[in-house]
């Protein structure tokens, strides 16, 4: 079995706080991790396990063994529950792991009983450190998830077919996903095609048959689910007009290229969108990192109207990157130059160029770099008080 890197974070969080929420899309691994805990488990979208759980309550809480609970949001009754039993010991720790799949969902109950009695980690699919010696084209290509193709090709692309096809016709509408899941199928083809581009509702709008603020409302869902990401614009006082439209990316690469007809690598290299889809794949490792060992840090992008541009910004808040990320083995210098003079314009800190090549050039505050590098540099540096 894998090992997944958020399980020493959850660990850790157990050993300071009563309860643990870990959340992520579906069948991204959590279940899997959870089960790897030795806790007792209980699947709230089974009747029989919400009996027994019921049955069982008293003796549970009263025992020191880990309760886990997987798809909590589909149990919203077990959270006033948890908070009483929490609330009657607060100072036992590593009680309770919940999981979710559904931000939105499990973020009311939460709010509504357990806040500041629970930590919320999120589980991305798999990362490149999980999936080595397996190489970065594999996984840009299939995807993270644990059944799309990187630890077997075969299931790729029929995989992320079918499970994009089984969210719109299930989960999606459970959710609150009001659409037929044709029209949501064909919504989350369209943001395929248009990954990493400004987000145009009216457009998405007018080609659907639908209001403007119903597709917001749409993808307001499909955010909550994880599986889009809307990367907002950094905002600072520079005398160029800018972009203020958040970037719209479908946060899985492999079901990005599965919705477009990519079958494989040579396919991809060849397909004119192959570098919004390389930057989507580099933003998306570089986040679920972030999210991992410094959850306090706020990415954006940023864009002025005359096209200087950064793909991703983090804000660390006592430093601000600048990272941007470049399909090519042979970057120039007037690849970094241009880095340079658009991260002047936000006082960047730190500078990075992410491309293809192996070699690093680092200069104080300015790095060109592989992912690779970068990933490893942000697991040893990063995570730092």
């Known amino acids: 079995m894998l090992q997944r890197r958020l ?46 759980l019921d049955v069982r309550w008293n003796e549970l809480v009263a025992g020191d063994e880990l309760i886990v609970l997987d798809e909590a949001q ?15 010991e607060r100072k036992r720790n590593g009680r309770f792991l919940i999981l979710g799949s559904v931000s939105p969902s499990l973020m009311r109950d939460v709010s509504e009983s357990l806040a500041g009695r629970l930590s919320l980690v999120e589980l991305t699919p798999l990362q490149l450190a999980e999936v080595q010696p397996r190489s970065a ?10 059944d799309g193709g990187i630890l077997d090709p075969s299931a790729y692309p029929r995989w992320q077919i079918d499970f994009v096809r089984l969210l719109a016709q299930r989960d999606l509408p459970a ?72 970037r719209c990316y479908v946060r899985d690469s492999g079901i990005v290229h599965a919705l477009l007809g990519v079958r494989d690598l040579e396919g991809l290299l060849n397909a004119p969108w192959v570098g919004a889809s390389f930057e989507g794949f580099v ?81 104080a505050s300015r790095v060109a770099c592989s992912l690779e590098w970068l990933l490893s540099w942000l697991e040893q540096n990063a995570g730092r008080a």
């Not at 589909?74 to 609330?87: C, H, K, N, Q």
């Not at 084209?137 to 644990?146: I, M, R, S």
């Open 137 to 146: 084209d594999d996984l840009w290509l299939h995807g993270g998830f644990p």
């Open 74 to 88: 589909t149990g919203p009754e077990v959270f006033p529950r948890l908070r009483g039993a929490i609330d009657a």
């Open 175 to 246: 959710i609150g996903l009001s659409a037929r899941p044709g029209v949501t199928e064909r919504l989350l083809r369209m943001l395929a095609a248009w990954h990493g581009q400004p987000l145009n509702a009216s457009r998405l709008a007018q080609s659907l048959g639908v209001s403007s603020p119903t597709v917001t409302s749409y993808i307001d869902v499909l955010e909550g689910a994880f599986l889009v990401r809307r990367l907002p614009a950094y905002r600072t006082n520079s005398r160029k007009r800018l972009v203020r439209t958040p």
């Open 7 to 52: 399980r020493k974070t959850v660990y850790d969080r157990l050993a300071q706080i009563p309860a643990v929420g870990l959340i992520g899309p579906r069948q991204c691994g959590k279940t899997t991790l959870a089960r790897s805990m030795e806790g007792e488990y209980f699947d709230l979208e089974q009747p029989e396990d919400r009996l027994r």
């Open 283 to 363: 933003i998306e490792q570089i986040l679920g990192v972030l999210s991992r060992i410094d959850p306090t840090s706020v990415p954006y992008h940023f864009r002025t109207s005359d096209q200087y541009e950064v793909d991703l910004v983090v804000d660390r808040g006592d430093e601000l990157w600048a990272i941007e990320v470049k399909l090519t083995s042979r970057p120039t210098g007037d690849d970094m130059a241009r880095l340079d003079k658009t991260a002047d314009m936000i006082s960047a800190t730190r500078r990075f160029l992410v491309t293809r090549q192996p070699e690093v050039v680092e200069a």
